[in-house]
């Protein structure tokens, strides 16, 4: 995970908010998550998880919604914790619903699509600032410890909790913030733009921890899982702002 996140940070600084976010889209965290459930619980827990991964997956959209709406008006702080509050709302409202794949994908397309579509425009050019000294490590350590939280809680919180908090979004709300408060809410909204960008590919990977993760080798899955993800996402890039 750290080297992930400096990568993804070093991949902004270099080619922008929205390149960046695109990259960070990925399923770099939700990933990870996923793979040492699989191996710490069996591929039947990890497949299990996905119905309601699916529905935490409707969350982080509405996450990124919320965080750029709200972030021209306020700080980073309260924009993240209202953004928060988005996802559990949803994740909430998704304890005890029992859905199936075909509908989880087709209600994350539609979500997604309506997103993207009403997502707000950047105002104006992102503010440049020199980003300090202990900004990348810093990105890392917050990452880290919630990807280790994530996966820990998996013990305690069953498949439902487990497959709700999959996508919850670290990686989403690691790079909001930090972008937001050094250079801005419009750098925030591309980046969070081009994040969403990859959505197309992580539900893609997340029907495949379903139907692949039990069928074959855990890591010969999540490799294979990931080559598709990059395919998928290859063909939004054209989209970024």
């Not at 695109?22 to 497949?47: D, M, Q």
């Not at 997502?119 to 104006?124: E, I, N, Q, Y």
């Not at 039990?214 to 598709?228: F, H, K, N, S």
């Amino acid at each position: 995970m750290p080297p992930l996140i400096a990568g993804v940070t070093l991949a902004v600084r270099k080619w922008g908010e929205g390149w960046g976010g695109w990259i960070g889209g990925f399923p770099w965290v939700a990933g990870p998550i996923s793979f040492f459930i699989a191996l710490e619980h069996g591929a039947g827990f990890a497949a299990s998880t996905i119905n309601s991964a699916l529905l935490g997956s409707v969350g982080t959209m509405l996450f990124a919604l919320v965080y750029a709406t709200v972030s021209s008006r306020l700080s980073w702080l309260p924009t993240v914790l209202i953004s928060y509050v988005a996802f559990f709302i949803v994740a909430l409202l998704s304890l005890g619903q029992s859905i199936s794949i075909a509908f989880g994908v087709g209600l994350n397309l539609v979500v997604l699509t309506a997103v993207l579509y009403f997502f707000p425009k950047p105002k104006g050019k992102a503010d440049f600032r020199k980003q300090p000294g202990y900004d990348i490590p810093l990105r890392m350590l917050a990452a880290t410890f919630f990807v280790v939280a994530v996966t820990q809680a998996a013990d305690y919180l069953g498949p439902t909790w487990s497959g709700l908090l999959t996508p919850f979004p670290i990686m989403t709300s690691t790079l909001a913030v930090f972008t937001h408060s050094q250079q801005g809410s419009d750098a925030a909204i591309r980046i969070l733009y081009g994040l969403l960008l990859a959505g197309y590919g992580f539900v893609a990977f997340l029907v495949g921890v379903a139907w692949l993760v039990p069928q074959m080798p855990i890591g010969a899955a999540y490799g294979l899982l990931t080559i598709a993800t990059m395919v998928i996402n290859g063909i939004t890039v054209r989209l970024i702002r």
